[in-house]
């Protein structure tokens, strides 16, 4: 059974960083792509970041281009996302999900969220 459950959220200054992380199991990361998303209060869940299947390339929204950063360690079948340089409208629940094929299909599973909230 594919699970995928994510850490590292909390509550930041503006300016300030976390990583998460997103411990997979039931599956290999080899065999699919990866793909943070944030939903903020109110609105409509956004896709913040995907990796391909293979690790070889990442793509991110522009909103977080050049402050977030998406890695894997495939032994530990874990995947992060650094953020440096935070914003208040960064603020939300950040899922990680799984997509058996590519950024661009439909993501199966997910994890249950975790919530970062950036503040003074």
């Known amino acids: 059974q594919l699970q995928l459950v994510e850490s590292g959220g909390g509550l930041v200054q503006p300016g300030g960083s976390l990583r998460l992380s997103c411990a997979a199991s039931?599956?290999?990361?080899?065999?699919?792509?990866v793909g943070w998303f944030r939903q903020a209060p109110g609105k409509e869940r956004e896709g913040v970041s995907c990796?391909?299947?293979?690790?070889?390339?990442?793509n991110y929204v522009d909103s977080v281009k050049g402050r977030f950063t998406m890695s894997r360690d495939a032994a530990k079948k874990t995947v992060y996302l650094q953020m440096n340089s935070l914003k208040p409208e960064d603020t939300g629940v950040y899922y990680c999900?799984?997509?058996?094929?590519?950024?661009?299909?439909?993501?199966?599973?997910w994890g249950q969220g975790t919530q970062v909230t950036v503040s003074s």
């Open positions: 990796m391909t299947r293979s690790g070889g390339s990442t």
């Open positions: 999900a799984a997509a058996p094929l590519s950024c661009q299909t439909e993501f199966s599973s």
């Open positions: 039931g599956f290999t990361l080899d065999y699919y792509a």
